[in-house]
């Protein structure tokens, strides 16, 4: 049984009040360069994003396919560092009224000191971390430091999940469950059918957490396909895709497409 409520959930809930389904969106922080990335969460924001995901660049990031593995790269490249991406970040929470969390790799966690890192997050305002590589059975000393620190630890289902481990994951979680849309890595075409309904439902019956859903998601017609069945619609690579063909100004556009 789900314990703990933390800001993040009860922020999900509220903002569900108003809207059928919620819009999170992912940025590389530093990617194109850190202006770029103010911009992008102040256009975001403007167009009516609900919560983020801010992503602190990691040289081998497993669960990314090639749209944010490159964005990864590039910001790494041209200097973005952890030091710089909390900079941003708390200047991120500071200026705006949503849910920011981080997404990240566990090595950026243990080279930074795990509690340090978790402390950081909680003094500049991150309402939680997405750590795909870092599993409940070894994320122990994570796990308590979140806790303490009253914010969110996210954990992934896949559609290979079992339901035994989705109700592990769903007990060493709080705020949401990120349900990734299909196997493989970020930023394929995800089939929205029968499967996948099947699928978010059994997800929704291993927990009591608000359920977000990622992996494909890219146009107002995947998401009105998921409302009813969870509560946040996550876009990321494709907001990426679009930055890169047509410029940091239109993603704002592209986001009033997926929102109105």
Do not use: W
């Not at 708390?90 to 340090?116: S, W």
């Not at 019956?205 to 396909?225: C, H």
Request: hydrophobic share 40%; charged share 25%; net charge negative.
């Amino acid at each position: 049984m789900h314990e703990r409520v933390t800001a993040l959930e009860l922020a999900i809930k509220k903002a569900r009040e108003k809207k059928e389904i919620l819009l999170m969106t992912h940025i590389v922080l530093g990617y194109p360069n850190f202006d770029d990335s103010l911009r992008v969460v102040e256009d975001m924001v403007n167009a009516g994003v609900d919560l983020m995901e801010l992503q602190i660049p990691f040289s081998e990031p497993m669960a990314d396919g090639p749209v944010i593995l490159r964005a990864n790269a590039e910001a790494l490249k041209g200097g973005a560092t952890v030091e710089k991406s909390f900079e941003v970040a708390e200047r991120l929470t500071r200026e705006f009224d949503i849910p920011f969390l981080f997404m990240t790799y566990y090595n950026i966690l243990y080279c930074q000191g795990i509690n340090a890192f978790v402390d950081r997050c909680k003094a500049i305002g991150i309402q939680g971390c997405i750590v795909p590589d870092l599993p409940p059975s070894e994320g122990e000393e994570y796990l308590d430091a979140m806790h303490a620190a009253q914010l969110s630890p996210v954990h992934i289902f896949t559609p290979n999940t079992p339901e035994s481990r989705m109700r592990h994951l769903s007990d060493n979680s709080s705020g949401m469950i990120y349900c990734v849309a299909r196997k493989g890595v970020t930023g394929k075409d995800t089939a929205f059918s029968e499967d996948i309904t099947n699928y978010l439902s059994l997800c929704k019956s291993t927990t009591e957490l608000p359920l977000a859903v990622g992996f494909g998601v890219k146009s107002k017609e995947d998401i009105d396909y998921l409302r009813g069945k969870v509560d946040i619609a996550v876009v990321g690579s494709e907001t990426i895709r679009v930055m890169e063909q047509d410029g940091v100004g239109a993603v704002k556009g592209f986001i009033e497409t997926l929102v109105t």
